[in-house]
């Protein structure tokens, strides 16, 4: 029988990020294998249908020939998916150099890259022109895909210039923008040289989001001291015009995680890794093997607790998923050489002929292999420098219905926001602090673990990424008729 609800005609939504949800890898002149991306975005937009949603992006591929884009784009098509073609020399500029050499660590608290700064000025300018040239072709394909009636929602900040090109096609474009990141402190955005005008492109769209209220005030705040605008409670105003400026905390899909462990190979997988580590607690980290994620300081952690608390050597294993990103940037080679050599070293010093305290692998899991693991694991290691979110503790609350493990968290990580009264918090940089967190979650009383879990499980489960994308597509809407009103007053 139909549901009331299915009679509503579903909103239409342009999703627009730097990536589709899907990779694709060319198998021959015009065939194409396509592969979902592992990443946060992903996951929390793969879970919502109550749109009808169309992702544009870029597919992570170079297709030079027509042939070849014709054929990608027919592929794509079936996936709702909708491609931007960049070449070779865009992306090593836009993605690789703008985004994520200036931008993702700028955001993170990490400062510009020092060589840049100080060596060419010339480097970054023709970084930023690229980045501004990809973002008018995202814009262009947006612009003709676009139907009246659409709202467009454009994700992060590879996009940041986005918004202005999309208002300069059409102004009654209704356009939402959300970043993904932390949005860090005014005293850092006003480091970068082209600080003014991404404010200001940004500034164009109807709506604009971050994860938590401290961002929101961030970026409000860089708005007042660096375009000296007026910052009001609800946004932004630039001669008379508002952007609303909010908090959306986004979540997972809750359900997937929880109705995975209940399928057959689920529970044959959580056989098989309890019988793999019976007699030890296990510790979980799972990252995208990143600065940000604070991998290294983890694992520092980890050996100072062992280093410390002897008997637990043989009674503890540290289970480190790491799947490497950006790997063509040289600080993540660099990142990964560091993390190989203190695990060689810890499993060297601690280990023993049968068994290693560390077990570390650097690749993606798939679904069901990562609840299993999640389903299994005593204590989660968030140790994140900083984090727009986290939606590693998020996923690891979902899969402890049972088990009931503890999460140490780092205060630098926005969920920290969300999940602080149940989880560990902790500072990532202070590794004996850390050390002692481990400790504790170790030996932590069954009705302490208990109270813990129900708080963050109730968060996790009532705050999905569903409740996020319709609480912001439905505020991005709601500014349409607010507008309307205004012109009709
Ligand atoms: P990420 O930095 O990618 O996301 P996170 O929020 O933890 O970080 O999401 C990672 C996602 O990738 C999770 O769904 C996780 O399961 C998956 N993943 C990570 N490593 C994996 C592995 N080895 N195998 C399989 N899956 C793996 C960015 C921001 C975050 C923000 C999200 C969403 O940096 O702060 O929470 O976007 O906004």
């Given at each position: 029988s139909e549901r009331p609800d299915d009679r509503v005609p579903k909103q239409h939504l342009l999703v627009v990020a730097n990536r589709l949800p899907v990779s694709a890898v060319r198998r021959g002149k015009d065939s194409w294998a396509l592969e979902i991306s592992v990443g946060g975005l992903v996951s929390a937009l793969l879970g919502i249908n109550e749109f009808e949603a169309r992702w544009i992006g870029w597919a992570g591929v170079n297709v030079p020939d027509e042939v070849g884009q014709r054929s990608l784009t027919k592929a794509l098509a079936e996936k709702r998916c909708i491609p931007v073609f960049l070449d070779e020399e865009t992306v090593h500029q836009y993605y690789n150099g703008y985004c994520n050499n200036i931008l993702w660590p700028l955001f993170h608290y990490l400062g510009l890259p020092q060589e840049d700064r100080l060596a060419t000025t010339r480097s970054f300018q023709s970084q930023f022109a690229a980045y501004k040239k990809a973002n008018q072709m995202f814009a262009d394909v947006v612009n003709e895909h676009y139907k009246e009636g659409d709202v467009?929602?454009?994700?992060?900040?590879?996009?940041?210039?986005?918004?202005?090109?999309?208002?300069?096609?059409?102004?009654?474009?209704?356009?939402?923008?959300?970043?993904?990141?932390?949005?860090?402190?005014?005293?850092?955005?006003?480091t970068l040289p082209s600080r003014s005008e991404l404010l200001k492109s940004?500034?164009?769209?109807?709506?604009?989001?971050?994860?938590?209220?401290?961002?929101?005030?961030?970026?409000?705040?860089?708005?007042?001291?660096?375009?000296?605008?007026?910052?009001?409670?609800?946004?932004?105003?630039?001669?008379?015009?508002?952007?609303?400026?909010?908090?959306?905390?986004?979540?997972?899909?809750?359900?997937?995680?929880?109705?995975?462990?209940?399928?057959?190979q689920v529970k044959d997988h959580i056989k098989e890794l309890r019988d793999r580590f019976s007699g030890r607690m296990v510790m979980l980290g799972v990252d995208r093997l990143d600065m940000i994620k604070g991998i290294p300081q983890k694992i520092l952690a980890f050996e100072k607790f062992l280093e410390e608390n002897p008997i637990w050597r043989d009674k503890v294993v540290l289970v480190q998923i790491a799947v490497p990103t950006r790997t063509d940037v040289p600080e993540?080679?660099?990142?990964?050489?560091?993390?190989?050599?203190?695990?060689?070293?810890?499993?060297?010093?601690?280990?023993?002929?049968?068994?290693?305290?560390?077990?570390?692998?650097?690749?993606?899991?798939d679904f069901h292999a990562l609840c299993a693991?999640?389903?299994?694991?005593?204590?989660?290691?968030?140790?994140?420098?900083?984090?727009g979110m986290n939606l590693v503790s998020y996923e690891f609350v979902a899969c402890q219905a049972?088990?009931?493990?503890?999460?140490?968290?780092?205060?630098?990580?926005?969920?920290?926001?969300?999940?602080?009264?149940?989880?560990?918090?902790?500072?990532?940089?202070?590794?004996t602090e850390v050390a002692a967190s481990i400790g504790y979650a170790l030996t932590m009383p069954a009705d302490e673990r208990?109270?813990?879990?129900?708080?963050n499980f109730m968060h996790v489960t009532t705050h999905t990424s569903q409740e996020w994308a319709e609480t912001f597509v439905s505020e991005l809407k709601d500014t349409i008729v607010e507008a309307q009103l205004r012109t009709r007053q």
């Open positions: 467009v929602w454009c994700h992060d900040y590879h996009l940041m210039f986005l918004p202005k090109c999309l208002k300069e096609y059409n102004n009654k474009m209704k356009v939402g923008w959300f970043l993904h990141t932390p949005f860090p402190s005014s005293e850092i955005h006003r940004v500034l164009a769209a109807d709506l604009v989001g971050f994860h938590t209220y401290d961002y929101a005030r961030h970026f409000v705040s860089a708005c007042t001291r660096i375009l000296g605008l007026e910052g009001t409670p609800d946004g932004v105003e630039d001669q008379g015009k508002l952007t609303r400026v909010a908090a959306f905390p986004i979540g997972i899909d809750s359900d997937r995680f929880i109705q995975a462990l209940e399928l057959p993540y080679q660099k990142l990964s050489c560091q993390v190989h050599e203190i695990v060689g070293r810890i499993n060297g010093r601690f280990g023993s002929l049968t068994t290693v305290p560390i077990h570390h692998l650097d690749r993606s899991l693991l999640y389903a299994v694991t005593d204590v989660a290691l968030v140790t994140s420098l900083r984090d049972s088990k009931k493990g503890v999460l140490i968290l780092s205060e630098f990580a926005g969920a920290a926001q969300s999940l602080g009264a149940g989880a560990i918090l902790v500072n990532p940089w202070n590794v208990e109270k813990r879990h129900r708080h």
